[in-house]
């Protein structure tokens, strides 16, 4: 008894209203990682997952990945020009709005809100939206580009191979200008203005001030919303699979579609998971670097 009251007279009690989430961070989230993680040293398959008979095969699935499939060094560079695509242009677009919305005029904040929108809207509405607008024969895309004579006929924006991947993207980039937006324009209100003011004191002229200023300041917060941006795209899933299913001819296939495809369309429970762990482990070494940037930033 006495134990127990020393246990909750320093603070420690705070201990079991952690229990509930960490029991079930680890049921949901931590035992999944790990059996992926043995499924994929196995060969499971369609036809030996009813007789439970399970053989180890150490890192076979992985070196067929990376030997035989090359689907999987597609899916690799598909998912990387697809990140780093809408990196760049959800970046430079929020950043622009960010900006531009920081700056005090009528019905700024109502705006600004209504630009939020395309970011909460269910991602396999969007996927569902783009997947109409970038029809063939009733897309307004294509009317769209037809009426102001950019286009002569249809283009096939999500059956050709050269333009499917500039559709997804484009789509993405739809997304995740919001979210890129919210976060800069938060970090935009913690300068003090009173920097700005000493700076036009001193001759620095609105450019001069921004790049001085502005951009030394939200450094911070554009490494944050670069680093998440980042993981929230390399690991995108639905919104690929919606408009295109990873196609036509994998040009549009990316680490988990293909994941998707090879353990519930193929059937190749063990090699779906492999490419999951590839997947998983590339964003797990990102993060740890990224942690590691910002723990020696903090130290400096």
Partial sequence: ?????????????????????????LAFVGYPIIYNFILSFQDVTARNLKNGIRDFIGFKNYIDLFTQDNVLTASLWNTLVFTVSCLVFQF???FALAVFFNKK???SKPVRGLL?????????????????MFGTDVGIINYFLKTIGLIGENVEWLTSTTTAMPAVIFANIWIGIPFNMILIATGLT??????????????????????????????PTIESVLILGF???????????VMTSGGPVNSTQV??????KLSFEMFKYSKGAAVANILFVILFLISLAYLKYVYTEEEA
């Fill in 116 to 132: 939020m929108m395309p970011w909460m809207i269910p991602i396999t509405i969007t996927g569902l939206i783009f997947k109409f």
């Fill in 231 to 241: 993981i929230y795209t390399f690991k995108v899933y639905d919104l690929i699979y």
């Fill in 92 to 94: 430079i677009v929020g």
């Fill in 255 to 260: 680490l988990s579609t293909y994941s998707y």
């Fill in 1 to 25: 008894m006495k134990n127990i009251k020393k246990f909750f007279k320093y603070d420690n009690a705070g201990i079991f209203f952690v229990l509930p989430a960490l029991a079930y961070m």
């Fill in 105 to 107: 005029f009528a019905f």
């Fill in 190 to 219: 913690i300068i003090p203005t009173e920097l700005y003011e000493s700076a036009s004191i001193d001759g620095a002229n609105k450019l001069q001030s921004f790049w001085r200023i502005t951009v030394p300041l939200l450094k």
